[in-house]
C-alpha cells in the first residue's frame, strides 16, 4: 500500500516554464491622432515589478524631452503612464521600455532588448466642440453626466455640469456622434443603472435619437 495516497493527493512538482513576455505597448507605434490625454499601457504576461518598470519607461516628446507623469500599479499585469500635463496638438511622441532592466514580480528578467514605438497626438485645428445644457422637470438640483460617442472608434468623451450651468465637450474629433445625458442623483460621477436584489431604480437617462454632426474649428451648439 502507498502511504502517500492516505489523507489526500500525490502531486510531482513541475519546473515553472512561464515566461515573462510583453504582448503589446498602447498607443500603437504608427498611432495618430491620439488623444491629448491618453496614457502609456503596456501588457505583460506576468506581473511587473513597480520600481524596474519606473526604471525602464521613458516618454519623450518630439524634442526629446523627457514627459513627467503619474503611474498606476493597480494592475502589474498592466500598468499606466499618464503624463502630468498631457500632450501637446500635433505632437510626435516616442515610448522608450527598456526590458533589459525590467524585472517581472519574482525578479525574474525579460529579453535583452529595448522597445521604441513611436505615435502622433491629435491636431488641435481638426477638432470642435459639442455645448449645450441637461434640464429635468422632475429634479431641481442635480449633477448631470454628458457623453458623446463617436459613430467609428471606442472612445467616449464625458463632461460634467450642474443643472443650473451649461456644458461643453471640448477636443473632439470631426465626424458624427450619439449623445447621452445621465442625472447623477447621488453625485458619484457615474451612471448606476440600478438592481434587482437590492431593489434600486436606474438613475434618470436621455440618449438623443440624432446623431450629432461635429466640424473641425466649430462648436455644434444648444444641444
Not at 153 to 178: H, M
Request: charged content about 20%; glycine content about 6%.
Amino acid at each position: 500500500k502507498d502511504n502517500r495516497l492516505q489523507g489526500g493527493f500525490y502531486i510531482p512538482l513541475k519546473t515553472d516554464t512561464t515566461s515573462s513576455r510583453l504582448f503589446r505597448i498602447l498607443p500603437a507605434h504608427g498611432q495618430k491622432e491620439v488623444a491629448f490625454n491618453a496614457s502609456i499601457v503596456a501588457n505583460f504576461s506576468v506581473p511587473v515589478d513597480s520600481h524596474s518598470y519606473k526604471k525602464s519607461l521613458q516618454l519623450k516628446d518630439q524634442d526629446s524631452l523627457v514627459l513627467p507623469g503619474r503611474y498606476n500599479f493597480q494592475n502589474l499585469l498592466s500598468p499606466v503612464f499618464t503624463p502630468s500635463n498631457g500632450f501637446k496638438s500635433n505632437s510626435n511622441c516616442q515610448i522608450q521600455l527598456s526590458l533589459s532592466t525590467l524585472k517581472d514580480l519574482w525578479q525574474r528578467s525579460f529579453l535583452d532588448t529595448m522597445i521604441v514605438q513611436e505615435f502622433t497626438t491629435l491636431d488641435i485645428d481638426y477638432l470642435g466642440e459639442i455645448a449645450g445644457a441637461v434640464t429635468s422637470s422632475l429634479h431641481d438640483t442635480f449633477q448631470a453626466i454628458i457623453e458623446a460617442n463617436p459613430l467609428r472608434g471606442d472612445l467616449v468623451y464625458q463632461t460634467v455640469t450642474r443643472a443650473d450651468q451649461s456644458y461643453q465637450l471640448d477636443l473632439l474629433p470631426e465626424g458624427n456622434y450619439l449623445a447621452r445625458s445621465i442625472l447623477d442623483l447621488n453625485r458619484n460621477g457615474k451612471w448606476d443603472k440600478g438592481s434587482s436584489v437590492p431593489g434600486e431604480f436606474s438613475e434618470p437617462f436621455f440618449f438623443k435619437p440624432d446623431t450629432i454632426k461635429v466640424r473641425k474649428r466649430w462648436t455644434t451648439q444648444g444641444i
